[in-house]
């Protein structure tokens, strides 16, 4: 069964096949896999399904089992092996995945995929489309009490996935670790929700810290990246146009434009390539419950 390993400013992933597995695998299956002691370790799983819609068809999982609707440091791991790797004999394509189709463009450099542009879709800010619970409107700036008693303004955006943007003056990771599941599992979002931190350093610049559903604090997210960036916009911190997100990992520019349209731009490296262990198939790997 092989796979590869692959990261997105430290924000890491295996992609698999589909074809190469016996069947789907369960929860427990993509725990194993992930864990960082028992398994390769990993931020979650890309596996590459069949799909009618678009060139490539894309099933993203989260390390706790759960499946992700879309991920756009993912997205350019994917697309990365998908070229390097001769399944896709051009550089641009389509991808379907949970959250809609997006266009990848691979960008090479000695042979090799070394950034990858990916169109993201349009943000929405409504709560119905979020999910978030409450009244049908944009979530912009709205008080959102917490279970330990505190108050955050929060902005909701999908882009395909939930997102929980939190402006703050200052970023603090323990604080981002302590606020972020609080959030990520508030009743207000019935399918949880990914969170930032941000601090806008100006109208083209802003830091994040990110709290990513199913994953836990992460280096860095490529949706999370295009969720902030579009908040700031909305909120009026930062205008339409290229903006850099800088986040512990490293950086990508997020154009938002004017529809509320994303593109996301950003470097990927291949780490290595391996297959599971007939050993290790046999003794955890067991199929998903129809």
């Keep these: 069964m092989p796979f590869a390993k692959g990261h997105g400013l430290g924000n ?3 992609v698999m096949s589909r074809q190469d597995l016996p069947f789907d695998l369960s929860e427990a299956s993509i725990v194993r896999i ?5 398994g390769i370790g990993s931020d979650g799983i890309l596996m590459r399904v069949e799909t009618t819609r678009a060139d490539f068809g894309l099933r993203i999982f989260n390390p706790d089992g759960s499946e992700a609707e879309k991920s756009g440091n993912g997205l350019r791991i994917f697309a990365k092996w ?3 790797h001769g399944h896709a004999k051009q550089d641009r394509f389509t991808v379907d ?3 809609g189709l997006v266009e990848c463009v691979c960008r090479t450099r000695s042979g090799r995929v070394s950034v990858v542009t990916v169109e993201m879709g349009r943000a929405t800010f409504r709560a119905p489309e979020i999910p978030m619970t ?9 008080p959102l009490q917490l279970a330990d008693g505190s108050t955050v303004s929060a902005t909701a955006v999908s882009i395909g996935n939930p997102h929980c943007i939190v402006f703050v003056d200052r970023l603090d990771t323990d604080a981002a670790k302590r606020v972020g599941p609080l959030i990520e599992r508030h009743p207000a979002f019935p399918q949880r929700t990914n969170v930032q931190f941000v ?10 810290l990110i709290w990513e559903r199913g994953a836990g604090y992460t280096l860095a997210s490529g949706s999370s990246s295009c969720a902030a960036a579009a908040a700031s916009v909305r909120n009026g911190r930062c205008e339409h146009g290229r903006l850099t997100v800088r986040m512990p990992g490293g950086d990508l520019v997020i154009d938002v434009r004017a529809d509320w ?9 291949e780490v290595y390539t391996g297959a599971l ?3 290790f198939a046999e003794a955890w790997l067991t199929p998903a419950t129809p």
Aim: glycine share 8%; proline share 4%; aromatic share 4%.
């Design 82 to 84: 998908l070229r390097d």
């Design 261 to 269: 349209s994303l593109r996301l731009e950003g470097p990927v490296e």
């Design 134 to 142: 409450g009244p049908d409107g944009d979530v912009v700036a709205v």
């Design 199 to 208: 601090r806008v350093t100006d109208k083209r610049t802003l830091d994040i």
């Design 34 to 38: 992930c864990d960082r002691n028992w």
């Design 97 to 99: 995945t949970k959250g």
């Design 277 to 279: 262990s007939t050993e």
């Design 12 to 14: 890491d992933y295996i």
